[in-house]
Every structure is written in C-alpha cells, then in structure tokens.
C-alpha cells in the first residue's frame, strides 16, 4: 500500500520560511511526478508546484519566485521551500506522487501570521 506521509508544516510570520517534506513508502519504482497542492479555508484545491522524474518544474503563479519544488536523493521524496512567505500562503499542503494512478498525503497546516 503506497502512502506518502508530510511534515514541516507550522506557524511562521509572514516573510519567513518553511520547508515541507513529504516522503513515500510501498512502492518499488518511482513516480513520474511529484509535488504539492493546497486548500485554503473555503477555497478549492489547487497546484502550489509540481516536479517531474526528468526535473521540470511547474509552479502556480502566485508562488513563482517564493517557492522551490525538488526531490531528495532517496527515491520518491519531494520537498517545497518556501519563503517570503505572506498570510495568503496559509492552507493545508498536500503531497501528491503519479505513477498510473495518483496518491495523497494526508495535509499539514500551513499559517501564516501577519
């Protein structure tokens, strides 16, 4: 059974820094692509940033510049830097990988003070 288990979320004040890691277990190979998505308190989900197995990136415009996706040496770890980080930013970060099918992690906070 794949899972992809978060963590680094928090409390930060605005214009500071967090880094989210998320790591998967249960699967051999590894996945086409991997990153981040979020939901803010009454808004829909949408894709923060995203990272193929080749290392091409996709970032939504609202973090471009703020927010750095990579993944780790060990296989299928993902992680998302961001800084200059302001109150629009807070939300639950999700991971998700894709390899045929899609998977989730199970969200961690994210907030921002201002």
């Known amino acids: 059974q794949v899972q992809l288990v978060e963590s680094g979320g928090g409390l930060v004040q605005a214009g500071g820094s967090l880094r989210l890691s998320c790591a998967a277990s249960g699967i051999i190979f590894s996945f086409n692509a991997m990153g981040w998505y979020r939901q803010a308190p009454g808004k829909q989900r949408e894709l923060v940033a995203g990272i193929t197995s080749g290392g091409s990136t996709n970032y939504a415009d609202s973090v471009k510049g703020r927010f750095t996706v990579s993944r780790g040496n060990a296989k299928n770890t993902v992680y998302l830097q961001m800084s200059s980080l302001k109150s629009e930013d807070t939300a639950v970060y999700y991971c998700?990988?894709?390899?045929?099918?899609?998977?989730w992690g199970q969200g961690t906070q994210v907030t921002v003070s201002s």
């Open positions: 998700y990988a894709q390899r045929a099918l899609e998977y």
